[in-house]
């Protein structure tokens, strides 16, 4: 059983930056990593990816402003969020492939204050 744990969110002012961090445990293969986001009263949606070879692609409302890498050997992936909006507030979670079996994150909250 693949398990994650997120760490980094928190309350940031408007332009500010924060680092998102997801260890995988239970794998020694991880293949595509995400983190998606959900807002009250909004679906969740797709924020970031990364293939297991490390090729990005990123939603439209943050290219420019965030960055999402992996570490294989840590089995880690991480968000670099930076000029943050009111908008980004969220709870991010952290999502992996593993062999076709797809896993979740217990979130973590990002709050941007204007």
């Not at 398990?3 to 445990?25: K, N, W, Y």
């Not at 090729?55 to 999402?68: G, L, Q, W």
């Not at 670099?80 to 896993?103: F, G, I």
Request: glycine fraction near 10%; proline fraction near 3%.
């Amino acid at each position: 059983q693949v398990q994650l744990v997120e760490s980094g969110g928190g309350l940031v002012q408007a332009g500010g930056s924060l680092r998102l961090s997801c260890v995988a445990s239970g794998s020694s293969f991880i293949g595509a990593m995400a983190w998606h986001r959900q807002a009250p009263g909004k679906k969740r949606e797709l924020v970031a990816r990364i293939t297991a070879d490390g090729s990005p692609n990123y939603a439209d409302s943050v290219k420019e402003r965030f960055t999402i890498s992996r570490d294989n050997a840590k089995n880690t992936v991480y968000l670099q969020m930076n000029t943050l909006k009111p908008e980004d507030t969220a709870v991010y979670y952290c999502n992996v492939v593993v062999w076709e079996h797809s896993y979740w994150g217990q979130g973590t909250q990002v709050t941007v204050s204007s």
